[in-house]
């Protein structure tokens, strides 16, 4: 059955251009002892996740959080724990826009290229979010740990925030208007 192909195909009549290059299944979510299911009536949609106080982007950060192959147990308690994990990248992610870089490190700059080929590497192993996740968590104790930056170690990381910000698409801050 063309099931992907037929998503595709509606969704880019919705939307007038391509929407996605690759259209992969999560596995299944499980709510308790229960796989999320519309036959068992079941279903949590997105507006009974907002009408819970969650935000769309930590439903997001929670979804990639687990990488797609596996299940997910759905929980508020996971929910709460994305939320925080979500705000605690975009507050560094606004510290780090507000460091300013200067002088020189060799070891510094090959550890802001090291955080960026492991992120990389991460996404190329079947999709390994979780994995591109906790890369991020490192660069984020490493800069925190750094008193200053070199110039060439905060071009270095801005660029790898930008790779974060762009592959999630999760990571705006709270006052940015997301449609």
Not at 80 to 101: Q, S
Not at 113 to 130: G, H, W
Request: charged share 30%.
């Amino acid at each position: 059955f063309p099931h992907h192909e037929c998503e595709i195909a509606q969704s880019q009549c919705a939307c007038g251009k391509q929407f996605v290059r690759h259209w992969m299944h999560k596995r299944f979510m499980d709510l308790g002892d229960q796989r999320l299911s519309k036959s068992l009536g079941n279903v949590l949609n997105i507006p009974d996740i907002l009408e819970m106080g969650y935000d769309a982007m930590d439903l997001r950060y929670y979804l990639l959080s687990v990488h797609y192959r596996t299940n997910l147990k759905f929980s508020e308690k996971g929910l709460d724990d994305a939320r925080k994990a979500r705000r605690k990248v975009v507050e560094w992610i606004e510290e780090m826009g507000a460091r300013a870089g200067a002088g020189e490190n060799e070891d510094q700059m090959k550890r802001a290229q090291e955080f960026v080929r492991q992120f990389t590497d991460a996404m190329n192993s079947d999709l390994n979010a979780p994995g591109a996740l906790a890369v991020v968590f490192d660069a984020m104790s490493f800069t925190r740990s750094e008193k200053t930056l070199s110039a060439a170690s905060k071009e270095i990381f801005d660029s790898f925030i930008e790779m974060i910000r762009h592959t999630f698409g999760s990571f705006d801050s709270e006052e940015a208007s997301i449609p």
